[in-house]
């Protein structure tokens, strides 16, 4: 056994390696210090200040496939993110809410938003996927040993809470960012555990991401220590966005990453007869899956469907270019939540308006292209596939999460969706083959076309 591990070891090589690879595999150690929002807001400027000393060193004889180039997709998240934070000012100043609030606001902003286009820039590193893929079944791991613990908590009476940590004296969204929680109770008295997220449902969110991640480790015994510690992630946390992302993501991956094959074309025209056909029994049953799907936590449909509904109706009436410029408590309809929460969308044109609806869209929607392009060739691209499955993650939980409260979680996702950008096609020839055991190390930096 030992000799097994030894022969499939991976360390870090580099600073950038070495800070992701203690970032990820430490995580619930920095959980019981409550420390993971702290680290998460910060790790992506360091790799940022990587980037910039990598950029920085380079001289004009190195060769060209040396030096950095960002991928155009890059440039329109930078761009993005930048333009998020030029709808938050004028947002501030069009309600006059003063400077301390615009500077909170801000350094919000760099933790937040700032770190959706930090995160995929890491890319331009020398950093290995297969590292990634190691520590996220490292983290399942350590899932799978630590979630007996946790499941016999409430008969054995313990606090659902066991403290919170110090370090919420830093700043941060509410104590739940910086707490270390055993199980909770939700409002339908139902047992519910989030682990080392702030709510039930980013745990799933977090645990789908890690799903992926540990789908493409090599080592068989690693790989399903991942992929188990994944699954219980997404079931512990009673999320059914959770669950139905589980069996649709890697499936819709598959689809549309074999859409050029004449198999997948062939079965689609097949489909498409049958679905003609039966599309009266499949409306049926689709009205019930759906009621049931909403029914299942009634309560808390309820609430976000209000939150929702508020959010588009203030954004259209008084606010619909630049946003409110900050997050407002809703009323007592939706137990003082946050209007726009639990909906990346609607809580984008209620705080920024129209103008951070499109920041967001347009990188989302031109890194979905370009990665289904590449995964569609995935005889080129190695990075490309699992690239494009956080993709589809990502939109998914827009419609469930806000995706800048939870970046501190699933930043090792927003990495390979960087690697997979900045990848190029694979040569393969007789001198000089891509590593068996690490098929990441084809991944160089591209030129923008």
Known sequence: MQSYFRKHRIRPENVPEWLIWWSMTLTYVIWAIGGLYVVGAF???????????????????????????????????????????????IGHLDYDLGAGMLLKSSIGWAKGWAALALYPLAGCLKIRSQLIYRAACIVGLHTLLITPLLLVAPSLHLPQVLYISPLRAVGGPGNEFFDVPLYE???TGELRWRLFTPWGPALGFVGNVYFMLSLQEKSLAWKSAGLGGAIIMCLVCKSRLAQLCLLLIPLITFILASLRRPVTLISFGILSFLGGILMPTLTIFFDEWWSGFKSGRASSTRVRFALKRIAFYRWQTEAPIWGHGIVERGPHVVEGMPIGSHHTWAGLLFVKGLTGFVSLLVPMASTLVVLLAKASSSRNYKTAGVGLSITLILLMYTFGEN???LIYLYWPG?????????????????SE?????????????????
């Open 414 to 430: 927003m990495v390979i969706m960087g690697l997979a950008l900045q990848e190029r096609v694979v040569e393969k020839s007789n």
């Open 403 to 405: 995706l800048e409260v």
């Open 185 to 187: 109770i939700d409002t």
């Open 43 to 89: 790790l992506g400027w360091l790799l940022l200040l990587c980037l910039l000393i990598k950029v920085l060193a380079q001289e004009p004889q190195m060769p060209e496939e040396q030096k950095v180039h960002l991928h155009w997709c890059l440039w329109i998240w930078i761009a993005g993110m930048l333009f998020m934070e030029v709808s938050l000012i």
């Open 433 to 449: 083959e891509p590593s068996k055991e690490d098929p990441s190390s084809a991944i160089v930096a591209v030129t923008p076309p």
